[in-house]
C-alpha cells in the first residue's frame, strides 16, 4: 500500500508541499524536524494570481503529500492539482471547514471567501485537519505529530485571544479596516471590525475610478484616520485613495503595510502566522486607536 510506503520514507526524505507559505508553517509546527516541508508561494508572492512554473511541477510530482488553500485562492492552479491528485494524495485545507463557516460572497469566484486563516479559530480547525492527515500518511509519527498539534493549538489559542483584546480596544466606531482587496472579512467577522476592500476579493480583477472614489467618499464622510496597503498587493489604487483625498481636503494616514495573502520574509518574526496576524493587529490598532 502506498501509504505504508511512505511512513517507511526517512524524515528528511518525506516530502510535503504546500502552495502558500501560511499553510507550510502550519505544517512545520506539526511536523518539525521529521520531514521536509517544501512551500510554492514565498513573501510577497500573490496566490490568486500565481502561475507554477516548471520547477514548482516538477516539485509537486515529488511530493509526497500536498496541501493547498482550496476555494479558488490559488484559482490559476486548478487543473494541475486536479491531475496531480489523480497519483498523490492532495488535500484542500479548506475543507477542513463546514458551508456554515465560510463567508459567501458573489464578487468572488466560487463565490466564497477564501481567505480562511484570518479568524484563528477557524485556522485551528484547519490545524487539525491537517494534523489528522498527516497522522494517516505516517502512523509511525502520529503521536510525535499529535503533541506538536496541542502544543501549537494552545499558541493559537492564546493568539486569538490576544488579537480579540487588541481590536476591542479601538473605539468602536473607528473600528473600519480600508485595504487593497477584500482580504480580511474573516478577520473582520472574527474580531469585529468593519472592513472595506478597495478590490473584489482576488486581486485578479481591477480596481475602477468608481470604486476609488466610492472608498474615498467613506473616507471623509466617516472621518476615518488611516488605511491600510498589503504586503502581496500593489499598493497604486491606494495611493490615489489617499491624494483623492488630499484633493478634498481631507488628510488620511497610511496606517502601514498587513500582511494579506503571505507571510513576511523567512527567519523574521512575520515569517510565521502567529507573527503575521499579531503584527497586522498590532499595526491596525496603531493606526486606528
Ligand atoms: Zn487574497
Given at each position: 500500500m502506498l501509504s505504508?510506503?511512505?511512513?517507511t520514507a526517512s524524515d528528511e526524505k518525506f516530502i510535503i508541499l504546500t502552495t502558500t507559505g501560511i499553510l507550510g508553517?502550519?505544517?512545520?509546527n506539526i511536523v518539525k524536524e521529521h520531514a521536509q516541508v517544501v512551500?510554492?508561494?514565498g513573501p510577497g508572492i500573490d496566490p490568486h494570481t500565481y502561475k507554477t512554473t516548471q520547477k514548482d511541477v516538477q516539485q509537486l510530482e515529488h511530493a509526497h503529500?500536498?496541501?493547498y488553500n482550496g476555494l479558488d485562492l490559488e484559482g490559476k492552479m486548478n487543473n494541475l492539482l486536479k491531475n496531480i491528485a489523480q497519483k498523490r494524495k492532495v488535500y484542500a485545507a479548506s475543507d477542513a471547514l463546514d458551508a456554515t463557516q465560510l463567508l459567501c460572497e458573489d464578487h468572488f469566484p466560487v463565490g466564497i471567501d477564501p481567505h480562511i486563516w484570518f479568524d484563528v479559530k477557524l485556522w485551528k480547525q484547519?490545524?487539525?485537519f491537517i494534523s489528522q492527515k498527516l497522522q494517516e500518511a505516517r502512523p509511525g509519527s502520529a503521536a510525535y505529530y499529535q503533541r506538536n498539534t496541542l502544543a501549537y493549538m494552545e499558541a493559537l489559542e492564546q493568539l486569538h485571544q490576544s488579537v480579540t483584546?487588541?481590536?476591542?480596544?479601538?473605539?468602536?466606531?473607528?473600528?473600519?479596516l480600508i485595504t487593497a482587496h477584500d482580504a480580511f472579512g474573516y478577520f473582520g467577522k472574527a474580531y469585529d471590525i468593519e472592513v472595506v476592500g478597495l478590490q473584489g476579493v482576488s486581486t485578479v480583477a481591477e480596481c475602477g475610478l468608481k470604486d476609488i472614489k466610492?472608498?474615498?467618499?467613506?473616507?471623509?464622510?466617516?472621518?476615518i484616520k488611516a488605511v491600510f496597503f498589503e504586503a502581496s498587493v500593489s499598493d497604486r489604487s491606494m495611493r490615489a485613495v489617499v491624494e483623492g483625498c488630499a484633493h478634498y481636503g481631507y488628510e488620511v494616514a497610511v496606517g502601514g503595510y498587513l500582511y494579506s495573502d503571505a507571510l513576511g520574509a523567512p527567519d523574521t518574526v512575520?515569517?510565521?502566522?502567529c507573527g503575521m496576524v499579531y503584527a497586522n493587529a498590532t499595526t491596525i490598532v496603531n493606526a486606528l486607536k
Open positions: 505504508s510506503c511512505w511512513d508553517d502550519a505544517i512545520k512551500s510554492l508561494m503529500m500536498i496541501f484547519v490545524v487539525g483584546a487588541q481590536i476591542q480596544s479601538i473605539p468602536k466606531e473607528q473600528r473600519v466610492r472608498i474615498i467618499d467613506l473616507i471623509i464622510k466617516r472621518n512575520e515569517g510565521t502566522y
